[in-house]
Antibody, heavy 120, light 106 residues
Framework: QVQLHQWGAGLLKPSETLSLTCAVY????????WSWIRQSPGKGLEWIGE???????NYSPSLKSRVTISVDTSNNQFSLNLTSVTAADTAVYYC??????????????WGQGTLVTVSS | SYELTQPPSVSVSPGQTATITCSGV??????ASWYQQKPGQSPVLVIY???QRPSDIPERFSGSNSGNTATLTISGTQAMDEADYYC?????????FGGGTKLTVL
């Protein structure tokens, strides 16, 4: 059964770069896409982007200019970098396994979440 | 950009049926998924591909999708089902989530 564990800095200053990493355990890393999703305090879910084992990425158009998702297949890990953060980027960030079949995608399981706060 | 609309809140009495809707243009021609999120926890998938249920999700959870509306139905709702529920579809974003519905069991 696939499990995800994520980590990264939880407090940033404006203009800094957010960096998070997610490790995948117990599953075929090469068989899926791997996503980052965030949730602002008291708000809904926002998809950030995804990557597969080959390094193929897709990003949300609204964040594309600031986001990089990378993969480390030797360690079954993938990472998120978000540059030039502002207070609007304060959120809980989740990594998730993205299952794709034809024209659909769903997310299962999810990591435990990391609260990232941007404050001067 | 594609949008999914959910009612902010739904209330149900224990043992009754809860219905949560998710509306989007031509949503019936896409696949919808549903997630349950309890306070302080990560979301959990409860329905995928409109009506498929993961093996560890109780049978009282079911889903459907037609026209412009996807529906999550919880039969015999229990107190433990009180949570936020989010729909999700593959759209032009390409991934879109609904704004969430708070289900209250009272």
């Amino acid at each position: 059964q696939v499990q995800l564990h994520q980590w990264g800095a939880g407090l940033l200053k404006p203009s800094e770069t957010l960096s998070l990493t997610c490790a995948v355990y117990g599953g075929p890393f090469s068989s899926y896409y791997w996503s980052w999703i965030r949730q602002s305090p008291g708000k809904g879910l926002e998809w950030i982007g995804e990557i597969n084992h080959s390094g193929t990425t897709n990003y949300s158009p609204s964040l594309k200019s600031r986001v990089t998702i990378s993969v480390d297949t030797s360690n079954n890990q993938f990472s998120l970098n978000l540059t030039s953060v502002t207070a609007a980027d304060t959120a809980v960030y989740y990594c998730a396994n993205a299952a794709k079949v034809g024209a659909t995608t769903w997310f299962d399981p999810w990591g435990q979440g990391t609260l990232v706060t941007v404050s001067s | 950009s594609y949008e999914l609309t959910q009612p902010p809140s739904v209330s149900v009495s224990p043992g009754q049926t809860a219905t949560i809707t998710c509306s989007g243009v031509d949503l019936g021609n896409k696949y919808a998924s549903w997630y349950q999120q309890k306070p302080g926890q990560s979301p959990v998938l409860v329905i995928y591909q409109d009506s498929q249920r993961p093996s560890d999700i109780p049978e009282r959870f079911s889903g459907s999708n037609s026209g412009n509306t996807a529906t999550l139905t919880i039969s015999g709702t229990q107190a433990m089902d009180e949570a936020d529920y989010y729909c999700q579809a593959w759209g032009s974003s390409p991934v879109v989530f609904g704004g969430g519905t708070k289900l209250t069991v009272l």
